[in-house]
């Protein structure tokens, strides 16, 4: 998909961080944007600098009825979606046995049910068209299972597996897949979007993880660029940041050293205790 002026892109989470930033990143190629989210006001905040949106949504990406009718409403204006970024996702910090059996089916619900949802309503549409490119963000937690965080991490896993069936599966009827694993960005996941259980619920964990998220400093825009690319190019697996990429790599030709180095990583966000 070279040309992305004129496309029609749908993106959940659009309101803030990472799904704001690709909104406005796909605005600078021409696309016609619907912007999905449960914050109203951001979303339209959003609108109002975006060039051409079609419709601003506010549906719950974990409720599968609503996502049912957000489908019905698109394709009522659009026979298919050209580009569809499922981005809406929400935190959480606890080991299985501080994270209640709720709070596991909340981070499931929106992380991976709402990746599943929005490809479940979209992607026919755009198989019976022949054409369009799925994104689906999962995380580097997506392939690197860190400890503390297993609820959040257990469903970004599953957005990667699903992402590679699906990529598989819709190869041949031109549909592309591309799953995104940002790193540490700094956003407002962190402090806004992040649920933390237990002991985690200690406010100077809260803190260090926040500082070091700042810390890092790496720009949900640079996210958005990969994501523009990984469109363009119809890639697979995108790590974005380097601390993604390394453990990546390292991970598949040397798993002792990407545990070291995923060690060394949750110590410097605060993960680990000192």
């Known amino acids: 998909m070279k040309d992305l002026a004129g496309r029609v892109a749908l993106i959940t989470g659009a309101a803030s961080g990472i799904g704001r930033a690709t909104a406005e990143a796909l605005d600078a190629q021409g696309c016609r ?3 999905v989210d449960i914050d109203a006001v951001g979303l339209e905040s959003l609108a109002a600098t975006c060039q051409d949106v079609v419709a601003c949504e506010v549906v719950d990406v974990g409720d599968a009825a609503a996502m049912q009718a957000l489908a019905e409403r698109v394709h009522a204006q659009v026979p298919a979606l050209d580009v569809l970024v ?3 996702g929400i935190g959480m910090v606890g080991t299985l046995w501080e994270t209640p059996l709720e709070g596991w089916e909340r981070v ?3 992380n991976l049910y709402g990746v599943l949802h929005g490809c479940h309503v979209f992607v026919p549409a755009m198989v019976a068209r022949g054409s369009g490119q799925v994104v689906n963000v999962s995380s580097t937690l997506g392939f690197f299972g860190a400890g503390g965080v297993n609820a959040y991490v257990t469903s970004k896993f599953g957005v990667l597996g699903l992402s590679e069936s699906l990529r598989a599966e819709l190869a041949p009827h031109g549909v592309g897949v591309s799953t995104i694993c940002p790193g540490v960005i700094d956003t407002a996941i962190v402090d806004q979007g992040t649920v933390y259980r237990g002991g985690s619920e200690d406010p100077t964990l809260q803190g260090k993880l926040s500082k070091g998220f700042k810390k890092r400093a790496y720009p949900a825009s640079r996210v958005a660029a990969s994501i523009v690319r990984a469109i363009r190019k119809d890639q697979a697996v995108v790590p974005v940041s380097w601390e ?8 598949r030709w040397s798993p002792r050293l990407a545990a070291w180095l995923g060690g060394r990583l949750e110590r410097n966000l605060g993960l680990e205790a000192d």
Do not use: D, M, Q, S
Request: positive net charge; hydrophobic residues 60%; glycine residues 0%.
């Open 33 to 35: 944007l619907i912007l």
């Open 86 to 88: 499922n981005n809406a």
């Open 108 to 110: 499931l619900r929106v």
């Open 244 to 251: 993604a990429r390394a453990l990546y790599w390292t991970k």
